[in-house]
């Protein structure tokens, strides 16, 4: 880094969380297309907002109408998609809100350099579990059939890797529960971890 010289704000991490009264984190739903990632951010954020958090969801077909539109589907591309949304979602973060990222993201890799640049300690990381038979059968977009006659190239889970997580900290089989079940166990799992100590509760 030349010629750069990064300074630190006169606010501190801890005086963020005491106003926002809750503890900043990102929340990573990774799994293929269709697997049920955006259906799940877009219910938790909604479920989450309205008990009062500061809740904002990035999800992959938005981002990559702005921020990432330059970008394709080559690794390279994927890569680079991730690298940029997880330093958005550092900045969010910083300043205090909880976030949702609802992105294929595919690479074991790429997941893990999103868990390095926001800190692993606010990183909760959801694998929407579905097989790729169910994905095609749902296929809500009609990508999987144009991807299976060959227009579309770099397609994941036809034509490109998915990797899936080895150990996230939720498994939500969508495949075989309803959407219902899917967002209890998401919102069960994900809520507590928003809560404020008590102690920095009381400081307010
Ligand atoms: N080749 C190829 N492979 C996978 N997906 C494709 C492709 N081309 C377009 N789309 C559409 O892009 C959405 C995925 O974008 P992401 O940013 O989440 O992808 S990635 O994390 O960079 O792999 C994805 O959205 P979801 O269906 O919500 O996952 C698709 O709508
Ligand atoms: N348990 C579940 N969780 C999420 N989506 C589900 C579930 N069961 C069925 N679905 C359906 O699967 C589809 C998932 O689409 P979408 O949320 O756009 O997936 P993605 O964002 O991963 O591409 C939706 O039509 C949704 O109604």
């Given at each position: 880094m030349k010629n750069?010289?990064?300074?630190?704000s006169?606010?501190?991490?801890?005086?963020?969380r005491?106003?926002?009264q809750?503890?900043p984190?990102?929340?990573w739903?990774?799994?293929?297309?269709?697997s049920?990632?955006?259906?799940?951010a877009?219910r938790?954020?909604?479920h989450?907002?309205h008990?009062?958090?500061?809740?904002?969801?990035?999800?992959?077909?938005n981002?990559?109408?702005g921020?990432?539109r330059?970008?394709?589907f080559?690794?390279?591309?994927?890569?680079?998609?991730?690298?940029?949304?997880?330093?958005?979602?550092?900045l969010?973060l910083?300043a205090?809100?909880v976030v949702?990222?609802?992105?294929?993201?595919?690479y074991?890799e790429?997941?893990?350099l999103?868990?390095?640049?926001?800190g692993?300690e606010?990183?909760?990381?959801?694998?929407?579990n579905?097989?790729?038979?169910?994905?095609e059968?749902?296929?809500?977009?009609?990508?999987?059939?144009k991807?299976?006659?060959?227009?579309?190239?770099?397609?994941t889970?036809i034509s490109a890797?998915?990797?899936?997580p080895?150990?996230p900290?939720?498994?939500?089989r969508?495949?075989r529960?309803?959407?219902?079940?899917?967002?209890?166990?998401?919102?069960?799992?994900?809520?507590?971890?928003?809560?404020?100590?008590?102690?920095m509760k009381?400081?307010?």
């Open positions: 750069i010289y990064p300074f630190n006169k606010v501190g991490y801890g005086q963020r005491m106003q926002m809750q503890e984190r990102l929340v739903l990774t799994g293929l297309s269709g049920g990632k955006s259906t799940l877009l938790l954020e909604h989450l907002f008990l009062g958090y500061k809740v904002f969801l990035l999800d992959g077909d981002i990559r109408n921020l990432c330059d970008l394709g080559s690794k390279q591309d994927r890569k680079e998609n991730m690298r940029r949304v997880a330093e958005v979602a550092k969010m910083d205090g809100l949702i990222c609802a992105f294929i993201s595919p074991r790429e997941r893990e999103a868990r390095q640049v926001v692993p606010r990183f909760t990381e959801v694998y929407i579905c097989s790729l038979q169910v994905c059968q749902r296929d809500t977009k009609g990508l999987y059939a991807a299976r006659q060959g227009l579309i190239k770099d397609f889970g890797p998915y990797e899936a080895q150990s900290h939720l498994l939500l969508t495949d529960e309803s959407i219902d079940d899917s967002l209890q166990k998401l919102i069960a799992f994900v809520e507590p971890q928003l809560r404020l100590p008590q102690r009381a400081a307010m």
